[in-house]
């Protein structure tokens, strides 16, 4: 036996998972308890901002559902170059009250849009390295397509919405706060 551990919300439950299938001849399943058809899911908005490193095994569990055959993630992290120079991390603030409002009227206006059951919206705030993520946007649906859209609607959204700056760091010491170009308050040059 293999075993898989799963941590969610706190605590932690460990699961033995067979080297291989299970023979079921001859015998019938009985779901315990209540039959999954029976019990409603409420779906669940998760928005966090944090100083701390972001896992997209954490965020990715918190919108598993027995109903949902799809999760789609979009991971941005921080890339080490722009026009030219050499990035050595970005630093994010946010006016967090407004933020989390826009993030979660984005998260509304995927419900009215795709059938997901869950988002999950983690951004980092403060200094991000090369290579680790910024943000992580996270859908569960019943099929891929709802979720895909779904996470590509809410980076778009966010991007243009959210109330988040981030300044690039260079190697040479000299750094330069970004613009969103999708922002709906910036101008067109």
Not at 3 to 32: A, N
């Amino acid at each position: 036996m293999s075993s898989l551990e799963i941590s969610s919300s706190g605590f932690s439950q460990e699961t033995k998972l067979p080297l291989s299938p299970l023979s079921v001849e001859g015998s019938s399943f009985e779901p315990v308890g209540k039959d999954m058809n029976e019990v409603e899911e409420k779906s669940k908005d998760i928005i966090k901002f944090t100083a701390e490193k972001l896992s997209v095994d954490e965020v990715s569990q918190l919108v598993i559902s027995p109903r949902c055959g799809a999760i789609s993630l979009f991971v941005g992290t921080t890339r080490n170059n722009f026009e030219g120079k050499k990035v050595i991390s970005l630093e994010y603030e946010a006016y967090l009250p407004m933020a989390e409002n826009e993030i979660r009227k984005i998260c509304s206006d995927i419900r009215q849009k795709w059938p997901v059951k869950h988002m999950a919206v983690f951004h980092r705030l403060g200094s991000v390295p090369v290579s680790e993520a910024s943000v992580i946007i996270a859908a569960s649906s019943a099929h891929r397509a709802a979720s895909l859209e779904a996470v590509s609607y809410a980076i778009d959204t966010l991007k243009a919405k959210a109330p988040i700056w981030k300044k690039e760091m260079y190697e040479e010491s000299s750094s330069s706060w970004k613009r969103n170009k999708e922002c709906f308050w910036a101008t067109n040059d």
